[in-house]
């Protein structure tokens, strides 16, 4: 199974923007769907968007028009682009890996990165 290292979070006005990055490592990253996950003080952590091998890409109803996954499978690594951020996008943000379309197996959770959207 694949480790995360997530990076750039950080301090940003409503309106603004990230983009976050996912370092993967491990074998065969071009295998899996990879997806984006989020988890908000007292909140569970939920999907914000998945990128399957063959392109298909899912987004959370929250995140639609605003957010965009990418990844660079030469480099085993994902992306998330944040536009017009909105306090309520604040939580911590983490990315996963599976097989298929459906979430299942997940592996070890990395340290995530914190995205806080305040004025």
């Known amino acids: 199974q694949l480790q995360f290292a997530e990076s750039g979070g950080g301090l940003v006005q409503p309106g603004g923007s990230l983009r976050l990055t996912c370092v993967a490592s491990?074998?065969?990253?071009?295998?899996?769907?990879i997806a984006w996950y989020r988890q908000a003080p007292g909140n569970q952590r939920e999907a914000v968007a998945a990128l399957t091998r063959s392109r298909m890409i899912t987004y959370a109803d929250s995140v639609k028009g605003r957010f965009t996954i990418s990844r660079d499978n030469a480099k085993s690594t994902a992306y998330l682009q944040m536009d017009s951020l909105k306090p309520e996008d604040t939580a911590v943000y983490y990315c996963?890996?599976?097989?298929?379309?459906?979430?299942?197996?997940?592996?070890?959770w990395g340290q995530g990165t914190q995205v806080t959207v305040s004025s």
């Open positions: 491990g074998s065969a990253f071009g295998l899996y769907t």
């Open positions: 996963q890996a599976y097989f298929g379309e459906t979430p299942n197996n997940f592996g070890a």
